[in-house]
C-alpha cells in the first residue's frame, strides 16, 4: 500500500552525538514536512519542501538541518541532539492541486542520553 | 496568541456521555480545518474534516463558524474506545503553500 514510512520506529542516540531520521513516501507527494512533538505539545512545524524548495521555520534551531536528495525520501538531522530535543518527530506529506489531505508516518521517537 | 488554542483539559466522562470540545484560531486566512486524533504514543490521525455547513460522522459532529473562527467536536454515546487526544488542526497559508497547524489537543478519558 502507498504511505509514508518512517524509520527507525525509536532511535536512542548519545547527547552531541549526530543523528539522522529518514522518512520515505511511495505517494509522489510533492510537499513533505517534518513536525517535532514533545510530551504533552502540539506537533510543531520544523520545516517543510515545496517539491525541491526547502522552507525552514523562523524558531527552528540551527542544530536541526533537512535534506531531500528526491521526491521520495527526506531526512531529518539533528547535529549535536541535546536532552531537550527528545521527543517524537513526525513526517507528513501532501499532494499540491487538488483537495489532497495530509498522509502522516508513525513517528521516530528520540531519546538522547 | 497561539495559532490554535484548545482546552487542554481532561476530561472525564463515563459511557455514554456526550462531551464537547472547543477550538479557536487566529489567522482567519486559514483555508481548511480538521480533528484528528491521537492515541499515546502514536501519530496523529484524521478523525474528520470540519466544514461550514457543519458535518456528521456516526457518533461524531463537528461545526465551524468562520466569523468567530471557532471549531467544535460534539461526541455523543461515548465509548471506552473514545479515550485519547483530540487534535484541533488548521490547514494555513504558510510561506511557498499551506502547513497544517495543530493545536494542544484536548485530552478525553472515558470510564466505565
Known amino acids: 500500500d502507498a504511505m509514508v514510512i518512517q524509520n527507525p520506529r525509536y532511535q536512542v542516540t548519545q547527547f552531541g552525538k549526530p543523528v539522522t531520521l529518514s522518512c520515505s513516501q511511495t505517494l509522489n507527494h510533492n510537499v513533505m514536512y517534518w513536525y517535532q512533538q514533545k510530551s504533552s505539545q502540539a506537533p510543531k512545524l520544523l520545516f517543510h519542501y515545496y517539491d525541491k524548495d526547502f522552507n525552514n521555520e523562523a524558531d527552528t534551531p540551527d542544530n536541526f538541518q533537512s535534506r531531500r536528495p528526491n521526491t521520495s525520501f527526506c531526512f531529518l538531522d539533528i547535529r549535536s541532539p541535546g536532552l531537550g530535543d527528545a521527543a517524537m518527530y513526525l513526517c507528513?506529506?501532501?499532494?499540491?492541486?487538488?483537495?489532497?489531505?495530509?498522509?502522516f508516518g508513525s513517528g521516530t521517537r528520540l531519546t538522547v542520553v | 496568541r497561539k495559532e490554535v488554542e484548545q482546552d487542554p483539559g481532561p476530561f472525564n466522562v463515563p459511557e455514554g456521555a456526550t462531551v464537547a470540545f472547543n477550538c479557536t484560531y487566529s489567522n482567519s486566512a486559514s483555508q481548511s480545518f480538521f480533528w484528528y486524533r491521537q492515541d499515546c504514543r502514536k501519530e496523529p490521525k484524521l478523525l474528520m474534516s470540519?466544514?461550514?455547513s457543519g458535518n456528521e460522522d456516526g457518533r461524531f459532529t463537528a461545526q465551524l463558524n468562520r466569523a468567530s473562527q471557532y471549531i467544535s467536536l460534539l461526541i455523543r454515546d461515548s465509548k471506552l474506545s473514545d479515550s485519547a487526544t483530540y487534535l484541533c488542526v488548521v490547514n494555513s497559508p504558510h510561506q511557498a503553500g499551506t502547513a497544517l497547524i495543530f493545536g494542544k489537543g484536548t485530552t478525553l478519558s472515558v470510564s466505565s
Open positions: 470540519v466544514y461550514s
Open positions: 507528513a506529506t501532501r499532494k499540491t492541486g487538488g483537495n489532497y489531505g495530509y498522509t
